[in-house]
């Protein structure tokens, strides 16, 4: 397909979604099929234990809450999990986001393409 023709489709598309929507599309696009089943859950059990003290992580689009620490770039950019200063609950992890540290559902986070894999 040439790069014109794409880019209508593109265009097409990007009006037929809404905000939410078009913002998934543009990060799943960022996953090749490898990382994609590799890196995502088949399962609860396995959501609440896939991310580690050390991994990258994006917000999900598809479940991200807004929440009131969203002012100071809470889920912009990349963010490492990092050891929390007291104990989580399960399915939670505590993000370092280049503006600030907050707890996180790990439904609410999606491993960082590869990317972002040398540097945030």
């Known amino acids: 397909m040439n790069r014109k023709r ?3 489709i593109r265009k097409k598309l990007r009006g ?3 905000e ?3 913002e998934l599309f543009e990060t799943l696009q960022r996953y090749s099929l490898e990382e994609l089943e590799r890196n995502f859950p088949r399962n ?3 959501r609440d234990h896939m991310f580690h003290v050390g991994d990258k992580v994006i917000r999900n689009p598809a479940t991200w ?3 009131e620490s ?3 770039g809470r889920g912009n950019g990349v963010g490492i999990v990092i050891d929390p200063p007291f104990g989580l609950r399960e399915g ?3 993000v370092a986001w280049p503006l600030g540290h907050s707890f996180e559902k790990v439904d609410q986070l999606l491993p960082a393409p590869m990317e972002y894999s040398d540097g945030a």
């Open 44 to 46: 609860n059990l396995e």
């Open 92 to 94: 939670s992890v505590y």
């Open 70 to 72: 969203d002012f100071w």
């Open 16 to 18: 037929a979604l809404g």
């Open 65 to 67: 809450q807004r929440g």
């Open 20 to 22: 939410e929507e078009w």
């Open 6 to 8: 794409a880019e209508l």
